[in-house]
């Protein structure tokens, strides 16, 4: 994460909130959920969860007030659920969380492997000049010049810095099959070096860069 041009990969103070327990069939889940982390096991004996963020800085677990879990595929039967997040702090790289609905080591233990999801609308806001990866993907990337660089699909987190994975325009993605398959990614730092300018809500970035460049 650069100190200037900042992008979180989604994820403070403790809260209690609301409490709230409602299992959920896949079909009336929220559209904008997004995963944050995995539950790695129980943590104590009182019902507190231990999460492997996604990202570095998770303030969405620590602050949003809900938590959607999925069930690993293949768990026979489990349906996703929502509950409130009544506790959660850091634990070294992990994040331990207490959940309405979860009253013992024996529950849960019954969540590990499951997926921890977010609302975008429920993420704390961005700091100004940075921006969540979920925001980036699928802004298109133009040069100073105004040619297509390419699509984000995706980014890298190289530890000092934030890197654009974008998919090239098709077409510079001609010739053989090997060569195609070089040309069809292209990556680009996420720094001030080289970012003119990122529009999320017009869902472009103008990046210093050549269309030419590999």
Not at 59 to 85: F, I, S, T, V
Not at 131 to 143: H, K, M, R, T
Request: with cysteine; proline share 6%.
């Amino acid at each position: 994460m650069n100190a200037t041009r900042k992008s979180a990969p989604a994820g403070g103070a403790t809260a209690a909130v609301e409490v709230t327990d409602e299992l959920l069939p896949g079909d009336l889940l929220p559209d904008d959920l997004l995963e944050v982390g995995h539950v790695l096991d129980a943590w104590g004996t009182h019902g507190w969860i231990k999460v492997a963020p996604d990202a570095a800085e998770p303030a969405g677990l620590l602050k949003a007030g809900r938590w959607w879990l999925r069930p690993p595929p293949g768990r026979a039967g489990a349906q996703a659920r929502c509950c409130a997040r009544r506790l959660a702090r850091r634990h070294g790289q992990s994040v331990v969380a207490l959940l309405e609905g979860v009253a013992d080591r024996t529950q849960a233990e019954s969540l590990k492997g499951w997926s921890v999801h977010l609302r975008r609308e429920d993420f704390p806001a961005p700091a100004q000049d940075e921006f969540y990866w979920a925001d980036l993907i699928g802004c298109e990337v133009f040069g100073r010049d105004g040619a297509a660089l390419g699509q984000v699909v995706g980014l890298l987190d190289s530890g000092a810095q934030s890197v654009l994975r974008l998919r090239r325009p098709p077409q510079t993605q001609e010739g053989t099959r090997e060569q195609a398959a070089a040309r069809a990614e292209r990556l680009i730092p996420f720094v001030d070096a080289y970012i003119v300018e990122v529009d999320i809500a017009a869902r472009r970035i103008v990046a210093d860069w050549q269309a030419d460049y590999d």
